[in-house]
Nanobody, 123 residues
Framework: QVQLVESGGGLVQTGGSLRLSCAAS????????MGWFRQAPGKVRDFVAA????????YYADSVKGRFAISRDNDKNTVYLQMNSVKPDDTAVYYC????????????????WGQGTQVTVSS
């Protein structure tokens, strides 16, 4: 049974930092892409960042490029999202996802999802 469990969300001030974690279990993810998406109230789920587990290649949405960094720890089977210089617009529920996909920013192509973790940025 595949499980993705996010943690690390919380309340942070504008300009601050936060690190999200996604612990993956239940299968081998070496051929998978691991993505982070976010969804604010009343909005669609948006792509944030992704990493190819095998190669380590990373991809970012323009809105977070230069501020966020995605990484993975093979030994811990965990993916991280380091969030720096956060803004109120970053407030959302953040979801971790895994999939063998053709398009890295397409949420519908991901097979597995975590339950989400809330990030709130105060102004």
């Amino acid at each position: 049974q595949v499980q993705l469990v996010e943690s690390g969300g919380g309340l942070v001030q504008t300009g601050g930092s936060l690190r999200l974690s996604c612990a993956a279990s239940g299968r081998t993810f070496s051929s998978y892409a691991m993505g982070w998406f976010r969804q604010a109230p009343g909005k669609v789920r948006d792509f944030v960042a992704a990493i190819m587990w095998s190669s380590g290649n990373t991809y970012y949405a323009d809105s977070v490029k230069g501020r966020f960094a995605i990484s993975r720890d093979n030994d811990k089977n965990t993916v991280y999202l380091q969030m720096n210089s956060v803004k109120p617009d970053d407030t959302a529920v953040y979801y971790c996802a895994a999939g063998r996909i053709a398009r890295i920013d397409a949420a519908r192509q991901y097979d597995y999802w975590g339950q989400g973790t809330q990030v709130t940025v105060s102004s």
